[in-house]
């Protein structure tokens, strides 16, 4: 038996959290990867094995549908397989006016981004804390330190993703488990696409590359940060919405927002 830690990593099939599971593979890492597409885990899995000889299981679930998150959070509670990193990556955004949108797309953007995540951090902590070590990595994102109007439910979720983080962080403190929050800002994946942006309305030096933020995340998590938002000007943004008055900032979120082109 494999004496390597196992990290499970969601939303592993594209953008940032395939490069999360890449750089978990190459530090020693067996991987148990999940998304929706079977096709791309696979490829995925063949690859990380043939290059760094760990064993990826995949774990082919839509984390919107009750059992199919069930069985995550099985694979989470297994005793004879522990897992010793849990990363909550997946996620998707809606764009454009709240009131425009599909209701339906909205709720569902709340089944992935809070509800599968609070589930899984939870599945994964029982045992951890059984066990007295192990970590949580969780994805939130820049959109989540304010109001972001033309985001306003996605926004939203990151809220919820980075105040809860936080919370449970405090509440295992000194019981050997690292809790990290990994607040993007943007990043050039499949996620403006699956938003249906066609041009996003920032100036290219704001788009960091998915491995760039992997990294950003991996490293916190490593020194036991609570949050680091990737990319300085990243960084200096969300500083500056700690000190900018809250009315100033929600009218510049909607500004940039609205440079956002959308099909
Ligand atoms: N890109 C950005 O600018 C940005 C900025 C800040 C934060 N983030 C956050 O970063 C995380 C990763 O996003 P990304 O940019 O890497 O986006 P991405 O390239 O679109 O990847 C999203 C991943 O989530 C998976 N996924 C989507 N719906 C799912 C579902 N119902 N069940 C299971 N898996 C699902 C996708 O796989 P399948 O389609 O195969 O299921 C894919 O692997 C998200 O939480 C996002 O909110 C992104």
Same mark, same amino acid.
Do not use: H, T
């Given at each position: 038996m494999s004496t390597r830690p196992v990290a499970l990593v969601t939303g592993a099939s594209a953008g940032?959290?395939?490069?999360i599971a890449r750089r978990l593979a190459a530090d020693g890492h067996d991987l148990v990867v999940v998304a929706?597409?079977?096709d791309r885990l696979a490829v995925l899995a063949k690859d990380l094995e043939a290059e760094h000889g760990g064993d990826v299981e995949v774990l082919v679930a839509d984390l919107t549908d009750g059992e199919q998150l069930a069985r995550v959070e099985a694979r989470l509670g297994d005793p004879d397989r522990p897992i010793d990193l849990l990363v909550n990556n997946?996620?998707?955004g809606t764009v454009g006016t709240f009131v425009e949108m599909p209701a339906d797309r909205e709720e569902n953007e709340i089944a992935l981004n809070v509800v599968a995540l609070m589930r899984l951090t939870h599945?994964? +902590?029982g045992p951890? @804390?059984?066990? @007295?070590?192990?970590a949580i990595l969780n994805v939130s994102s820049l959109a989540g330190q304010q109001p972001t109007p033309g985001m306003a439910t996605y926004g939203a979720t990151k809220a919820f993703v980075t105040s809860f983080t936080m919370a449970v962080r405090e509440e295992v403190r000194g019981s050997g488990i690292r809790i990290t929050v +990994?607040?993007?800002g943007f990043t050039n994946t499949e996620?403006?696409?699956?938003?249906?942006?066609?041009?996003?309305?920032?100036?290219g030096i704001l788009l960091q590359s998915p491995d760039e933020v992997a990294k950003a995340g991996l490293d916190a998590l490593t020194k036991d940060n609570?949050?680091?938002v990737s990319g300085w000007l990243n960084w200096a943004a969300a500083t500056a919405t700690k000190v900018v008055p809250t009315s100033v900032v929600r009218r510049v979120t909607s500004l940039v927002m609205k440079r956002s082109k959308v099909t």
């Open positions: 940032i959290g395939e490069a929706r597409s079977a997946a996620g998707y599945a994964a +902590l951890m @804390k059984e066990r @007295k070590r192990g +990994l607040a993007p996620f403006q696409a699956r938003a249906g942006v066609d041009e996003i309305g920032v100036p609570a949050i680091v």
